[in-house]
């Protein structure tokens, strides 16, 4: 089977700054993209950012210049690094791992519990 855990999330005053780290792990040939989306409450589920396996980089234009999504391959690992927060930045974030296992034998989402980020203002 493949985990996918996130860490990181909190409560931050606005203009503040957290790190959420998510580990993939299990029986993983390969990992493709990874990245994170966030929900709101009663708001649907949205692209935050995602990394290829190359470092490339695609972020949502509400957090462009603002976050920044890393990932070390060597670890199966990414970072969303979130810097000068708003409250309407507050959600569930959820990492996301498009993983090539032993067990699927083809390409497959996986996604993790979510993480709490809550913005005061």
């Known amino acids: 089977q493949v985990q996918v855990v996130e860490s990181g999330g909190g409560w931050v005053q606005a203009g503040g700054s957290l790190r959420l780290s998510c580990a993939a792990s299990?029986?993983?040939?390969?990992?493709?993209?990874m990245g994170w989306y966030r929900q709101a409450p009663g708001k649907q589920r949205e692209l935050v950012a995602t990394?290829?396996?190359?470092?490339?980089?695609n972020l949502a234009d509400s957090v462009k210049g603002r976050f920044t999504c890393s990932r070390d391959n060597a670890k199966n690992t990414v970072y969303l690094e979130m810097n000068s927060l708003k409250p309407e930045d507050a959600a569930v974030y959820y990492c996301?791992?498009?993983?090539?296992?032993?067990?699927?034998?083809?390409?497959?989402?996986?996604w993790g519990q979510g993480t709490q980020v809550t913005v005061s203002s």
């Open positions: 990394v290829t396996r190359d470092g490339e980089t």
């Open positions: 996301n791992a498009l993983v090539f296992s032993r067990e699927r034998i083809e390409w497959y989402d996986y």
């Open positions: 299990g029986s993983i040939v390969s990992i493709s993209r």
